[in-house]
């Protein structure tokens, strides 16, 4: 049965998720979707900045000359200097906001169960994944 994650509320600020291509595994992963002003305290599996690649750009961009000519050679300079580990980190931040994107995250900071509950609105790791602990315990 395939379901929207906004349908229902399942338990407080716990929403399941669907993903296509979603596998179960043993160990529980931990997504953090956020930005740089929302931080969330513990370790996740994976951490999403949804403000990273603006952060990468404005870096790029940083002090540019106002002669158009002269800004776009600096930047491609920059870009070029900054090599396939640039590339690979801007790649990477659009990769999250695309994830972010797909599993429907409407609020941040988002704390992601397994790719199947979001808690919105936490801060703590832990927390979250007691609430989830929690909820799991009350289903049939």
């Known amino acids: 049965m395939s379901f929207s994650p906004f349908s229902r509320r399942l338990s407080a600020q716990i929403l399941p ?9 043993a160990h529980a992963s931990t997504w953090v ?19 990273a690649a603006e952060q990468l750009e404005a870096e790029l961009s940083a002090d540019l000359p106002a002669d158009p000519q ?52 936490e801060h703590d790791i832990e927390a979250a994944q007691a609430k989830v602990r929690q909820f799991l315990r009350g289903q049939p």
């Open 17 to 25: 998720l669907a993903l296509a291509a979603a596998t179960a595994s």
């Open 33 to 51: 979707i956020t930005d740089s002003q929302h931080p969330v305290h513990g370790q996740p599996d994976r951490l999403i900045l949804l403000d």
């Open 70 to 121: 002269q800004a776009a050679a600096l930047a491609q300079q920059r870009s070029q200097s900054g090599g396939t580990s640039l590339q690979k980190r801007l790649a990477d931040a659009y990769q999250g906001i695309t994830d972010a994107w797909s599993l429907g995250i409407v609020k941040i900071p988002a704390i992601v169960i397994d790719l199947r509950h979001v808690i919105y609105g």
